[in-house]
């Protein structure tokens, strides 16, 4: 064999890629962790799932959700394990943006220096010769090249299909997992054949790349693993048990990247949060804050069973109100505004405007499910109060206390509340729904009175609102992050992926 003729950039990208894949791998786990179910039908209906990694069942005689499914994988297979959805999700999107960074990168480059010759094939003749070229490798012989070129038939499809199918694929995937991109353009979804689709889609793409590191891995090695890394590093067959300790040196530097990552964000979750959570908001507000929902499902589409996340407040005083059909209830909306208002639950059966929107409902967890929901605008609630030139944010807070209401999770106790920005609250699908499916808004889904953002994912849309401030800052209330969940399960701020 001759020199593989690797330009330098190549072999540097290629060990950028792999450090990146593998941390999209296992940050990939821990996502899939915390829903270990897959679909092929946006309702998620429990039990329809065509796919679950986990043995725990649900019981059949009291209230569960999505929050009880959710599994405690090590940290050997996920990022950083033991149910840190927030934190996978951070290391997640920070990999995957520097992996398409330098996927964009490698790419021009392939076209800039004509390397993209490695991947065209050139006649159809390369698919007979693929195929015969499996059977030489089963029989563990050695396929020829083709003509003048580095590779065999087979790695030659192989490797254009990773870079040129598989990569695209994954990034395509993932993005119509978006609520934000699903919001904004409900075509792309459908695209895929639903978010449902797109997600077990995307977990067809994670097992692609695996297959393809195993036999790569593998060939690697049958073919003369000394032989090949020092082709790779040198271009020549030369320095074989040196590129043996060099690529060995770099898997072992890999795997201590890894450790260092799990242990760092198991030790020091805030920071992790707020490190990574730096580059992805930003990154995010960028490209999709600005996005606004435009869905419109249709009747049929409606889930029968919409699923739930969130226990209701269990305190005498929520039964009371329900046992009045919350009567009792007021909504107090105040803070950095000139004109505070109270509002009972019958001003906003009454309130001049009514909007209904039929949306699907995207948790952050990995379910979907279809709903109508009822109620009044946000925007016209904010024009109503006239918030002060200084109100940058508004906070929403519910009467479920989540340290009593949520006992198994045994979560911090305090208020769920989240904070959201004011253009948000804008959005013209931003609504206080006290209404679902043309019914009053049930219990479990947030009686009275619940928020809906539909560009963001679930956790954001605050159930059982008793009050909504108008504020300047968030960094005084809770622990500074801006929701609950930001506080105490260190998910990023705001929902739009
Ligand atoms: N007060 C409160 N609101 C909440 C939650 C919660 O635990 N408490 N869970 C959130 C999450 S994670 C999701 S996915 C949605 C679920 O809404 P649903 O139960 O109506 O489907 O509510 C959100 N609102
Ligand atoms: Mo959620």
């Not at 695996?210 to 690697?220: A, D, G, P, Q, R």
């Not at 405007?353 to 279809?370: D, E, F, K, L, Y």
């Not at 999770?409 to 509340?417: D, E, L, Q, T």
Request: charged share 20%; aromatic share 14%; proline share 6%.
């Amino acid at each position: 064999m001759t020199g593989l003729d690797f330009p330098g950039w190549i072999r540097i990208t290629h060990l950028v890629n792999l450090i990146l894949i593998t941390f999209l791998i296992r940050s990939g786990m821990e996502i899939l962790a915390t829903h270990p179910k897959l679909y092929w039908n946006d309702d998620s209906k429990p039990g329809s799932e065509w796919s679950r990694f986990t043995r725990k069942v649900m019981p059949r005689d009291r209230l569960w959700d999505a929050l009880d499914e959710e599994e405690d994988y090590s940290s050997l297979v996920a990022l950083p394990g033991h149910e840190n959805l927030g934190l996978g999700r951070h290391w997640h999107f920070i990999s995957v943006i520097a992996w398409i960074l330098t996927g964009v990168f490698y790419v021009l480059m392939l076209f800039v220096t004509g390397q993209y010759h490695r991947f065209v094939p050139y006649s159809w003749e390369i698919f007979p010769e693929a195929w015969n070229d499996i059977l030489t490798y089963m029989s563990f012989n050695l396929p020829p090249l083709m003509p003048g070129e580095t590779y065999d038939a087979i790695q030659k499809l192989a490797y254009g299909s990773v870079v040129f199918i598989l990569a695209p694929f994954q990034i395509a995937t993932g993005a119509a997992q978006s609520p934000a991109i699903e919001a904004r353009f409900p075509w792309y979804v459908r695209l895929w054949g639903g978010r449902q689709w797109a997600r077990s889609l995307h977990f067809f793409g994670l097992l692609a790349f695996v297959v393809f590191i195993i036999i790569h891995l593998t060939m690697i090695s049958i073919w003369g693993f000394g032989e090949l890394t020092s082709l790779m590093i040198w271009g020549s067959v030369e320095h074989q048990a040196w590129s043996t300790v060099i690529v060995l040196f770099a898997i072992f530097c890999i795997v201590l990247m890894h450790i260092a990552a799990t242990k760092l964000s198991l030790a020091y979750p805030r920071r992790t949060q707020q490190i990574l959570g730096f580059v992805v908001n930003n990154a995010r507000r960028l490209l999709l804050h600005r996005l606004t929902s435009h869905q419109e499902y249709s009747k049929a589409e409606i889930t029968p069973q919409h699923r739930v996340n969130g226990k209701p407040p269990s305190d005498d005083s929520y039964k009371i109100l329900a046992a009045h059909r919350f009567a009792g209830w007021r909504l107090e909306i105040g803070g950095l505004v000139e004109n505070p208002m109270t509002f009972t639950l019958e001003d906003l059966k009454t309130f001049p405007t009514r909007q209904s929107q039929r949306v699907m409902h995207n948790c952050i967890q990995g379910w979907t499910s279809i709903a109508e929901w009822t109620g009044v605008p946000m925007r016209q609630i904010v024009e109503l109060v006239r918030p002060h030139p200084e109100a940058r944010y508004v906070y929403f807070h519910s009467m479920q206390d989540v340290g009593r209401d949520e006992p198994a999770k045994m979560y911090n106790p305090g208020y769920f509340y989240e904070v959201i920005d004011l253009e948000l609250a804008r959005h013209p699908q931003t609504i206080l729904a006290y209404e679902m499916n043309g019914e009053p808004l049930p219990i479990e889904h947030g009686a009275p009175l619940r928020l809906r953002i539909e560009t963001s994912v679930g956790f954001k849309m605050v159930k059982w609102i008793d009050r909504i401030e108008f504020i300047d800052e968030y960094r005084d209330i809770g622990y500074g992050m801006g929701g609950y969940r930001e506080d105490n399960v260190y998910y990023d701020k705001e929902g739009e992926i």
